[in-house]
Antibody, heavy 118, light 112 residues
C-alpha cells in the first residue's frame, strides 16, 4: 500500500523558514517523480514543486521560485520542501504526492498545515 | 499560465442521478508528444484529493465505471452516473501539458 506521511508543519513568522518532510513507503521511491501541492484554507489547489527521480531536475511556479527548494533522499525514501522567506500567502495545507509519468499525481499524503503569521 | 475554467461552481444532485462537470482551458492541452494531459480529482470533505481520471479518459485503479471522462483540445467533461453518497465533494481538473501545471477552481457536488 502506497503511503505518504508529511511532517514539519506549524506556525512561523513572515520572513522565516520551515522545512517539510515526507516519508514514503509501499513503492519504489526512486522510480517516481515526486511533487508538493498546496491548498490555502477554503481555497483550491496549487502545484508548488516537482522533482525528478534522481533529484537533478526541479520545477517551480513563479509564486515560489527562488524561495522554495524541493529535494529528496532516495536512500531514505524521503521528500523535502525547504521554504524560505515565507509570506502570509504561503499559509496552506501542503500535500506530498507521487507523480508517475504523465504529469498527474496519483497518491497524496494526508497533508501538513503551514501557517505564516506574526 | 493556462487558465482552467470549471463549470458549474456548485452542482446540486439527487442520489441516483447523472451529472456533468465542464473544464475548459485557455490553451490547447495537446502536448507536442501527442498526448493530452488533463486529469480529474475528487476531494471529499476533510480528505486529501484522490485521482479519478488521468489523461482525459483513463479511470484510475479502483474508480468505478460510473465515472467517465471525455473531451479534446480545450474542452473536457467529467460525467458521473448513478450518483452515490460517497461521490459528494469538490471535483478539480488539472492540466499538466503546460508548465506551470494548473488546477481548475473546483466544482462542488452536493445533494439537492
Amino acid at each position: 500500500e502506497v503511503q505518504l506521511v508529511e511532517s514539519g508543519g506549524g506556525l512561523v513568522q513572515p520572513g522565516r523558514s520551515l522545512k517539510l518532510s515526507c516519508a514514503a513507503s509501499g513503492f519504489t521511491f526512486s522510480n517516481y517523480y515526486m511533487a508538493w501541492v498546496r491548498q490555502a484554507p477554503k481555497k483550491g489547489l496549487e502545484w508548488v514543486a516537482t522533482i525528478s527521480t534522481s533529484g537533478s531536475r526541479t520545477y517551480y511556479p513563479d509564486s515560489v521560485k527562488g524561495r522554495f527548494t524541493i529535494s529528496r533522499d532516495n536512500a531514505k525514501s524521503s521528500l523535502y520542501l525547504q521554504m524560505n522567506s515565507l509570506k502570509s500567502e504561503d499559509t496552506a495545507t501542503y500535500y506530498c504526492a507521487r507523480r508517475p509519468y504523465g504529469g498527474y499525481v496519483d497518491y497524496w499524503g494526508q497533508g501538513v498545515m503551514v501557517t505564516v503569521s506574526s | 499560465d493556462v487558465l482552467m475554467t470549471q463549470t458549474p461552481v456548485s452542482l446540486p444532485v439527487s442520489l441516483g442521478g447523472q451529472v456533468s462537470i465542464s473544464c475548459r482551458s485557455s490553451q490547447s492541452l495537446v502536448h507536442s508528444d501527442g498526448n493530452t494531459y488533463l486529469h480529474w480529482y475528487l476531494q471529499k470533505p476533510g480528505q486529501s484529493p484522490q485521482l479519478l481520471i488521468y489523461r482525459v479518459s483513463n479511470r484510475f485503479s479502483g474508480v468505478p465505471d460510473r465515472f467517465s471522462g471525455s473531451g479534446s483540445g480545450t474542452d473536457f467533461t467529467l460525467k458521473i452516473s448513478r450518483v452515490e453518497p460517497e461521490d459528494l465533494g469538490v471535483y478539480y481538473c488539472l492540466q499538466s501539458t503546460h508548465f506551470p501545471y494548473t488546477f481548475g477552481a473546483g466544482t462542488k457536488l452536493e445533494l439537492k
